[in-house]
């Protein structure tokens, strides 16, 4: 069984330009998690999806959106891109329904340079 | 807000040797997952804990779930170069939240 993708695995943009981030959960995963994780402030929660909602939201600004589509595939955008943006973002993806706390499994992570 | 505290923060360890790592939380957790992660890799799931007083062990890993529900034990018996990386813990606070926290991380390296 493949693991989480993502994509593009490297990304470098310039301060003002927005990005998109790509996430393929583990076949049959319905539910999709981002974080962000920096040197300085580790692992930080981003937003989680299932069925297409988004049914947690971590203390980021307006600027880091994300959506999930009808086969869990995940997307997230952050617009308006920053210097502190740059960082390892982490997609994970888990089986996870109704209020049962399952295991996350990660993919490799997009890491995203802002200059 | 919400933190895991890990410790020690790095250790470096012989060859062979056993090694022990720990995280503590300010309120109760009732999942408790280990990760360990490569440079330039994601976190790789190693042993997930789901009950108060719990061990489980993976290979030469063991973990444990404490019982106050806030903190968690790992064990890396008989260390190998292999097992250089950061050791993180996590899980979702509370109840009903699929907002997972992660810890500061354990920095282990292996002296051969």
């Known amino acids: 069984k493949a693991g989480v993708t993502q994509t593009p695995r490297y990304l470098i943009k310039t301060r003002g330009q927005q990005v998109t981030l790509s996430c393929s959960p583990i076949s049959g995963h319905r539910s999709v998690s981002w974080y962000q994780q920096t040197p300085g402030q580790g692992l930080q929660f981003l937003f989680e999806?299932?069925?297409?909602?988004?049914?947690n939201k971590g203390n980021f600004p307006g600027r880091f959106s994300g959506r999930q589509f009808s086969n869990s595939r995940s997307e997230m955008n952050v617009s308006t891109l920053e210097l502190g943006d740059s960082a390892l973002y982490l997609c994970a993806s888990s089986l996870a329904g109704g209020l049962s706390y399952n295991e996350q499994f990660f993919g490799p992570g997009t890491r995203l340079t802002v200059l | 807000g919400q933190q895991l505290n890990q410790s020690p923060q790095s250790m470096f360890i012989q060859e062979g040797e056993d090694v022990s790592m720990n995280c503590t939380s300010s309120?109760?957790?009732?999942?408790w997952l280990w990760y360990k992660q490569d440079p330039g890799e994601g976190p790789v799931l190693l042993i997930a804990?789901?009950?108060?007083?719990e061990l489980t062990s993976n290979g030469r890993l063991t973990a444990q779930f404490g019982i106050t529900r806030k903190d968690s034990f790992l064990n890396i018996s008989a260390s190998i170069p292999s097992d250089v990386g950061i050791y993180f813990c996590a899980g979702p606070p509370g109840s009903g939240t699929y907002k997972y926290i992660f810890g500061t991380g354990t920095r282990l390296k292996v002296l051969a």
């Open positions: 804990l789901y009950k108060a007083g």
């Open positions: 309120s109760i957790f009732n999942t």
């Open positions: 999806y299932f069925s297409e909602t988004q049914r």
